[in-house]
């Protein structure tokens, strides 16, 4: 989504769609932590929780708020750290392939041999394939595979090579079938070696930023690290509940739902 980061906080706030907003407004979670509260709230306005060993002030909650609130922004920290990575891998992907396709062109071309062509095809499909994946996780269907057929990328006897090919092999078959056309082609053209060296040295690299961008997807942050987070919120959600309710104010749900819907979101 594009966004213009000049137009202040309070317009910028007021986005609702592709937001974190409707994700943790759609948890079942939330909305126990905050009905839990509604309901201490109700008892507590109808004269229960009102003796001295049930009483707990928001200064009782300083500790499990500040473990709570520093382990949170590690974690974002650390989601979007991982986020950066996978952009740096995808704009590689990119990189490497348009390198590739102009070497190509560039050396075998001239010939008027098709070569270049083939090569590239079966290059960029292979991307396609990968960043499919990658976005799915999962191998591409027989059905999925059509859209490769749509876009032109490959023909009906290529695809019914690769669906012949296992999962998640078929981008690095679909490489390597693009280095072997890049071999013919320079043999044909009588191009440099230096030139056929660098476009297979191009597609070494794209096969690795490709397998660095499946690695970073199949480990996640560890489970328990997820679940130590989780048990904060949960305990810190928990007290909040019961702390913010056994105030006087009456706007002690609306502080509540807001300050719910940020350390909630923040796991998302």
Partial sequence: MEYDASH????MARHF???????????????????????LH??????????LFLTMTLKDMGMITALTTFFEVFYTGECFKRYLELYGHVQGCFSHAYNFVFL?????????QPYD????????GAVVLSLF????????????LQKLLSLGLMRQHEMAFLRNVNGYHRSMVML?????FTRQGFVVADGPPFALRE???LLDDLVAVLQDMHEVLSFPIPFGYCHFISLLITLNMTLWAYAIATQQSSFGPVFYFFACLIFVGMMD
């Avoid at 202040?8 to 317009?11: F, V």
């Avoid at 109700?42 to 003796?51: I, Q, R």
């Avoid at 062509?117 to 960029?124: D, G, H, K, S, T």
């Avoid at 994946?133 to 999925?144: L, N, S, V």
């Fill in 8 to 11: 202040g906080p309070l317009k």
């Fill in 17 to 39: 769609h592709h937001t974190v907003v409707p994700i943790v407004l759609s948890r079942w979670d939330f909305w126990c932590f905050f009905g839990l509260h509604v309901v």
């Fill in 42 to 51: 109700v008892l507590f306005k109808m004269g229960y929780l009102h003796e």
């Fill in 104 to 112: 190509t062109r560039f050396h075998v071309r001239r010939k008027g």
């Fill in 117 to 124: 062509r083939l090569a590239a095809q079966w290059m960029i």
């Fill in 133 to 144: 994946e990658a976005r799915e996780k999962r191998p591409m269907h027989a059905a999925d």
């Fill in 176 to 180: 390597h079938v693009a280095s072997d």
């Fill in 199 to 201: 476009c297979v040295a």
